[in-house]
């Protein structure tokens, strides 16, 4: 299964033999900033270094231009609009407070299980080191994800990535 991924800038730099990797596997990649830091407190400057050193980072892993941006807690200043242009940007039908240990356990797979309508996009986290975040939360949900995907496929559920949507629908 493919899917897509917003990533931090830095973090693609430090690992991008698994940007390399997920796009060779056909994910999706995308911008979220080169820090994982709210456009609230970024001028137009620093929102468009933010942008500018994640794409550059992307694109030397992938050499394919970057389509989409999803700002990191859906966050928007004035600028975000403007500086974000020349991106789609990506926003979710779900999200889970995946990033704590107690959601994922407890609430994260019927929830999950909620969202039936088609293009749906669920919002999951792979990293628990973002402030607030448990450090153990993306370990309960891959757990969750992997019981949910199990059970999407035996009902017959595909699951496509924004790349794939855009093509298909020319726009997304």
């Not at 794409?55 to 807690?73: D, L």
């Not at 975000?80 to 407070?97: E, Y």
Request: hydrophobic content about 40%.
């Amino acid at each position: 299964m493919r899917a897509s991924f917003f990533v931090v800038g830095s973090k693609v730099r430090r690992n991008p033999d698994i940007i390399k990797r997920m796009n060779q596997e056909g994910h999706t990649i995308g911008v979220h900033h080169f820090n994982h830091v709210s456009s609230w407190v970024l001028s137009p400057f620093q929102l468009r270094k933010q942008l500018d050193l994640t794409e550059k980072a992307i694109m030397a892993c992938t050499n394919e231009q970057v389509i989409f941006y999803r700002p990191p807690w859906g966050h928007f200043n004035i600028f975000t609009p403007l500086l974000s242009k020349r991106f789609k940007v990506i926003m979710w039908s779900g999200i889970f407070g995946d990033w704590k240990v107690e959601n994922c356990k407890k609430s994260l797979l019927p929830a999950l299980r909620t969202f039936t309508e088609s293009g749906s996009i669920l919002l999951l986290h792979d990293c628990g080191e973002t402030l607030g975040a448990d450090k153990e939360a993306p370990r309960y949900m891959l757990e969750a994800l992997e019981a949910y995907l199990a059970e999407s496929k035996s009902k017959g559920t595909s699951f496509i990535t924004l790349k794939d949507l855009n093509e298909f629908k020319g726009t997304v």
